[in-house]
């Protein structure tokens, strides 16, 4: 078990240590099936003459209960569109989705970047959900992500994977166990569960890459 830890260790140490790609991206590229999680929209200005002011984001019809974190200095307009089918959230039935995201009136100067928060929860289901974007600099260009993996102009991607059970009880117990004494260890437990989620989920990415 320990020849098998460290190495899920190291590895979860490098991916929080790998640079942003130079593009408009979804952080983070994966997340656990049927749970809410946390998004950043990733946006860096790649422009040396010109900044980012406006960001256009499309959302897939499998994320329900979006919600959205405060920008201070940006306006944020949201349109909603038809579902195919009903889908019960909280035990109510759900007929339409948060189709696309819109951020203006804020500004990201050259060489820097904004995050623009969300959370969701994510389809039962292993899958790839795509986030294409639009950048529109302040010269009138814009720029659109939308494009496959690999392209010049990929639109963000996010990989669902399933949990195993026994990783998941696990986790529950890490949870549960959690000390309410004071801050400090309570915030020693929070950060171990969430160390447990990434070895988990760099093992899960390891196997399948395995297979």
Same mark, same amino acid.
């Not at 959900?129 to 690999?150: C, H, K, M, S």
């Given at each position: 078990?320990?020849?098998?830890?460290?190495?899920?260790?190291?590895?979860?140490?490098?991916?929080?240590?790998?640079?942003?790609?130079?593009?408009?991206?979804?952080?983070?590229?994966?997340?656990?099936?049927?749970?809410?999680?946390?998004?950043?929209?990733?946006?860096?200005?790649?422009?040396?003459?010109?900044?980012?002011?406006?960001?256009?984001?499309?959302?897939?019809?499998?994320?329900?209960?979006?919600?959205?974190?405060?920008?201070?200095?940006?306006?944020?307009?949201?349109?909603?569109?038809?579902?195919?089918?009903?889908?019960?959230?909280?035990?109510?039935?759900?007929?339409?989705?948060?189709?696309?995201?819109?951020?203006?009136?804020?500004?990201?100067?050259?060489? *820097?970047?904004?995050?623009?928060?969300?959370? $969701?929860?994510?389809?039962? @289901? #292993?899958?790839? &959900?795509?986030?294409? %974007? +639009?950048?529109?600099?302040?010269?009138?260009?814009?720029?659109?992500?939308?494009?496959?993996?690999?392209?010049?102009?990929?639109?963000?991607?996010?990989?669902?994977?399933?949990?195993?059970?026994?990783?998941?009880?696990?986790?529950?117990?890490?949870?549960?166990?959690?000390? *309410?004494?004071?801050?400090?260890?309570?915030? $020693?437990?929070?950060?171990? @569960? #969430?160390?447990? &989620?990434?070895?988990? %989920? +760099?093992?899960?990415?390891?196997?399948?890459?395995?297979?």
């Amino acid at each position: 078990m320990k020849k098998f830890l460290v190495p899920v260790l190291l590895a979860a140490m490098a991916l929080t240590a790998v640079p942003a790609a130079a593009h408009v991206t979804v952080q983070p590229t994966e997340a656990r099936t049927n749970s809410f999680s946390r998004f950043v929209v990733r946006v860096p200005n790649e422009r040396d003459n010109a900044a980012t002011v406006k960001v256009e984001l499309q959302l897939p019809d499998s994320l329900v209960a979006v919600s959205f974190e405060p920008k201070p200095g940006w306006t944020r307009r949201v349109e909603r569109k038809p579902l195919p089918a009903p889908v019960e959230v909280f035990g109510e039935q759900v007929t339409d989705y948060v189709a696309t995201v819109t951020w203006e009136g804020g500004r990201i100067g050259t060489g *820097d970047f904004e995050e623009f928060g969300f959370s $969701a929860r994510t389809p039962q @289901a #292993a899958t790839t &959900l795509r986030f294409p %974007a +639009v950048q529109t600099y302040d010269n009138g260009e814009a720029v659109r992500w939308i494009g496959p993996a690999g392209s010049e102009e990929p639109a963000g991607e996010v990989k669902t994977f399933v949990l195993p059970e026994g990783d998941l009880a696990t986790l529950s117990r890490l949870a549960a166990e959690r000390p *309410d004494a004071d801050d400090d260890s309570g915030d $020693a437990a929070m950060s171990a @569960a #969430a160390l447990a &989620l990434a070895v988990v %989920a +760099v093992g899960l990415s390891l196997r399948r890459r395995g297979a």
